[in-house]
């Protein structure tokens, strides 16, 4: 009979927190990811007096237990507007998600204009699948020629996306000497002109989903556009990607609303964190926004939509007003949220990288 009262008891004790665990799991849609945002501190700041530093994605080896950031670098001598002719991919290492991260090589660098990605690596975003890492980035090639503070349109419009595989983050990465997913050959294609920033996520039965951006040849050149987001799936992480041709965030009555998206799956849908050109999603203007999806292929905004505007908190309670807070990125740990990854421009003049702490949920 005490053994009885005693199991009975035990039974009561656990029961509330299963409840608690159950109630973790949120309704898809509902993930309010401003309010796990928490104060930088100041070793998560990723910066460069020589050069312009762009994008930042992470990844925890499994080799050596350190915290590898894969970013987009180029010379600041030759001008924010650079970046289509003379990005290339670089890493460093912490011991720490939140740094001091330091300079360790050149990932994807440069390897000649006879390859489809010989003069420019962008965009990186780094995943482990199935005991491999994966590097998406994008490629192009064209005339070389430095044209900023205007973009060199040729390289512009040359953009693929590229993926290069390894079985430790230091290397080597084998790259592919064609692009993972090319321009569609119908002129009046969605991705006709080009395709860019990739996000690469597994998806709930085992393929892999892809969200792009890509832009149309409808509108006046060189520009074309209009500028949307596509979706392809594949069965394994380096392809073949089948594309589903069907337009995401889009906005009514505007050729470029989002762009920078980052894809992942959690509390059984799909969420993507996009960056609002220009205010078409809330009233925040130019921020950070988060959508979701049951099945991958159709979005709709989450119930609160807004990550972050263009301000950010420091955790000496400085607060930073930015010109721009873009390439977000989510570092995960053992399933576990960590942290937010952005581009960050203060003025128009420099750029750099953070890491930004998130509260687990």
Known sequence: MIRFVLLFVTYLLILPKSWSQEKQTLEPGELNLRKLIQPIPSTAKFINDSSYIWCGTMVKSHVDQKYHLFYSRWPRKFGMMAWVTSSEVAHAVSDSPFGPFEFKDVTL?????????????????????????????????????????????????????????????????????????????????????????????????????????????????????????????????????????????TASDVDFPAEDPFVWYQDNCYYAIVKDMQGAFTNAGRSLVLFYSLDGLQWKLAKNPLVSNLTIKMADGSIRKLEALERPQLFFEDGKMVALLCAVNETLGHSYNIQIPLKTP
Request: proline share 10%.
């Open 109 to 249: 660098p440069h390897r000649g204009s006879k390859y489809w990605d010989g003069m420019y690596t962008h965009n990186p975003t780094v995943h482990f699948f199935n005991g491999k890492y994966y590097l998406y980035y994008v490629g192009n090639f064209g005339d070389g020629v430095i044209t900023s503070p205007q973009l060199n349109w040729t390289h512009r419009n040359n953009q693929r996306i590229g993926v290069a595989v390894a079985d430790d983050p230091n290397g080597p990465w084998q790259r592919m000497d064609h692009p993972l997913l090319d321009v569609s050959s119908d002129p009046m294609a969605h991705d006709a002109q080009m395709v860019a920033n990739p996000s690469v996520t597994q998806m709930s039965d085992g393929r892999f989903l892809m969200v792009y951006k890509a832009v149309a040849k409808q509108r006046p050149q060189p520009f074309g556009g209009p500028v949307v987001h596509l979706t392809a799936i594949s069965d394994t992480p380096y392809g073949p990607f089948v594309k589903q041709n069907q337009p995401i965030f």
